[in-house]
């Protein structure tokens, strides 16, 4: 017996994964707007609005806890986003001492192999010298 599965096609595939990404835009979207509406009033400084009611005790509670929140996770954030600039700074740095050093080395290589050619054209100069004053005494 042979059981037959049916075959999930792409465009199937393709659908359930707009669906699904339909869903969670929607969802995201809801929330977003929940949390403006929801917070908006808090955001206005009390001094621009000389005759709006105070805040009650609770409200102010949880804009203070809620900018606690903020100030404690940005001010993690921002250390960790400054160590890293520091340590990206001290790493161009280091790249860019150790590209002078390179050339420097390389122009020094330079300046070796030049002088070992000069060297070189000299040694096989006098050989050749000597080769012909050997050829005339024998020849001689």
Known sequence: MNAMRPEKTETTETETVDTNLAAVTE???GIRDFVRN???YLRRPASTAPDAPPL?????ATVNNVNSL???VAGTSLAEIENLISEL??????LHAEGQRVQREISGYAQLSQAAMKSTRMIADNVAQWKRAADGLRNS
Do not use: G, K
């Open 56 to 60: 009650d005790p609770s409200a102010e």
């Open 38 to 40: 929801d917070i908006a």
């Open 70 to 72: 903020i100030q404690r």
């Open 27 to 29: 969802v995201e979207a």
């Open 89 to 94: 700074e001290s790493l161009r740095d280091l």
